[in-house]
């Protein structure tokens, strides 16, 4: 007896298969995304370091073996813009 309207054996076949390669395929596609993604994405800022020389009127005695003041800048903050470093 044919019914109509249902699927024959092997259309139900064939979407088993396109489901079980479309799963089997998703991590590996996702990943690559993922990685496209963040090669994409700008590089972090790194903050800048300025090592200044020993100053003799400020750094007496056992300080001097600390070596000179050191600052450090982020490059991300608006407060570096208007205060560069040296």
Do not use: C
């Not at 139900?12 to 395929?25: D, E, G, P």
């Not at 994409?40 to 903050?47: F, I, L, M, N, W």
């Not at 100053?55 to 982020?74: K, P, V, W, Y």
């Amino acid at each position: 007896m044919i019914r109509f309207g249902d699927k024959d054996w092997r259309d139900h076949l064939r979407q088993w298969a396109q489901s079980y390669k479309f799963h089997a395929t998703l991590p590996a596609k996702l990943n690559r995304a993922e990685a496209d993604w963040h090669a994409t994405q700008p590089a972090d800022p790194h903050p800048v370091i300025v090592r200044h020389k020993i100053d003799n009127e400020l750094q007496t005695g056992e300080s001097r073996l600390l070596g000179g003041a050191m600052t450090i800048h982020s490059p991300w903050s608006d407060a570096q813009q208007q205060d560069p470093p040296d």
